[in-house]
């Protein structure tokens, strides 16, 4: 299956792959062999349909490919809570099956916790690091933010619509160019609740300020108007081979109404 693309852009793609719980769904764009590969890791809960429009102006001239995590989207939810490690495994294993040897990773959010774990575990692997805020919290913040996390189940999710749907769309996904694909990925993010919370208290339970130091890989961190600019900062005092790039007029929704604007920061980091 794949989705229209402007003038040079490159189609996007959908598969599947499979995953060690059960298939992974990704979308992909771009031709083989140009320049490294692209990994973009989706924020929880969410998916890789949060990307569409970076895949196709970022495969221009390389390789990008969104999967789902494990449990979001169109990919199988694990048995149990997989925890920062699994997710992180279960990225690598889809490298591996896709043959992609050597990459580069971007991760909004969670997903970007995910690609640090996934440089920590196989540094030759990842070349280079982006992340789109960076969640820094102390134990004591951890434990609030996880006792907020708590599993709601459909009718709960569905009672609560009415009220979450007007926030998300005028306080939180604010940039977002396009109300029927606003409304999209708010749905994403409704799709099962419990697979939804453990990615959520994964990347909230995860020592990131205890992981960046032994980083080796160029990282670079987005640091737009949302709901972690008053953590992501505290990454630049743990970063040994990076920087934080502060975006004080975007947030989110940023991918679609700045698309052109953000692939040029990325290119200009990944090419250097």
Not at 119 to 133: D, E, H, T
Request: some cysteine; aromatic content about 8%; proline content about 7%.
């Amino acid at each position: 299956m794949t989705s229209t693309a402007s003038a040079g852009q490159s189609a996007v793609r959908r598969a599947y792959a499979n995953g060690p719980y059960g298939q992974i769904h990704y979308r992909r764009s771009g031709p083989d062999g140009v320049r490294s590969p692209l990994l973009l890791l989706h924020p929880c809960p969410g998916s890789g349909y949060l990307f569409d429009a970076l895949l196709a102006e970022m495969g221009r001239d390389r390789t990008v490919i969104a999967p789902d995590l494990p449990g979001f989207g169109m990919s199988v939810a694990p048995g149990a809570a997989p925890g920062m490690q699994g997710y992180a495994d279960a990225m690598l294993e889809l490298d591996t099956a896709l043959g992609l040897s050597i990459f580069d990773v971007m991760g909004y959010h969670a997903g970007g916790v995910v690609g640090v774990e996934m440089a920590r575990q196989q540094p030759n692997a990842v070349r280079k690091l982006i992340m789109i805020g960076a969640p820094v919290f102390t134990a004591e913040e951890r434990e609030t933010m996880n006792a907020r996390f708590a599993v709601h189940g459909p009718d709960d999710r569905a009672k609560a619509m009415d009220k979450s749907w007007p926030i998300f769309k005028s306080d939180f996904w604010k940039m977002g160019p396009d109300a029927t694909r606003t409304w999209n990925i708010y749905l994403d993010g409704q799709k099962n609740p419990e697979a939804s919370s453990w990615g959520l208290r994964a990347a909230v339970s995860y020592d990131l300020a205890g992981a960046l130091p032994g980083l080796t890989q160029p990282t670079l961190v987005l640091n737009p108007k949302d709901d972690l600019a008053a953590y992501t900062p505290r990454a630049g005092a743990y970063l040994k081979n990076g920087r934080i790039h502060d975006l004080p007029e975007w947030t989110h929704g940023m991918l679609d109404a700045k698309t052109a604007e953000v692939a040029k920061i990325v290119r200009d980091f990944l090419d250097r």
